[in-house]
Nanobody, 123 residues
Framework: QVQLVESGGGLVQPGGSLTLSCAISGGPLEGVAIGWFRQGPGKEREEVACVSTIDGTTHYAESVKGRFTISRVDTNSTTYLQMSSLNTDDTAVYYC????????????????WGQGAQVTVSS
């Protein structure tokens, strides 16, 4: 059973930066995709970014391109989401999730999810 634990959420001012961590355990990390998703107030859950452990390719939502960076899974089985130039639209609960094979923006095909980390962008 794959387990994912997010950390690093919090309150940040507009224009600020924050880095989220996702620690992964309980399963092989070869041949999987690790995605970051978010769900804002009154919104559907959406993909933010994803990294494939197969070939290291990454994918970003248009709304975060150039502002967010997802890292490869490191030797501590952790991946990071570096967020900069944050604005109020980035306020959401951020989740990391895992699936076999390549990245996808379809939330319902990711079988493993973390508990989420709240990110609030406010002055």
């Amino acid at each position: 059973q794959v387990q994912l634990v997010e950390s690093g959420g919090g309150l940040v001012q507009p224009g600020g930066s924050l880095t989220l961590s996702c620690a992964i355990s309980g399963g092989p990390l070869e041949g999987v995709a690790i995605g970051w998703f978010r769900q804002g107030p009154g919104k559907e859950r959406e993909e933010v970014a994803c990294v494939s452990t197969i070939d290291g390719t990454t994918h970003y939502a248009e709304s975060v391109k150039g502002r967010f960076t997802i890292s490869r899974v490191d030797t501590n089985s952790t991946t990071y989401l570096q967020m900069s130039s944050l604005n109020t639209d980035d306020t959401a609960v951020y989740y990391c999730a895992a699936k076999a094979s390549y990245c996808s923006n379809l939330t319902n095909i990711y079988p493993w999810w973390g508990q989420g980390a709240q990110v609030t962008v406010s002055s």
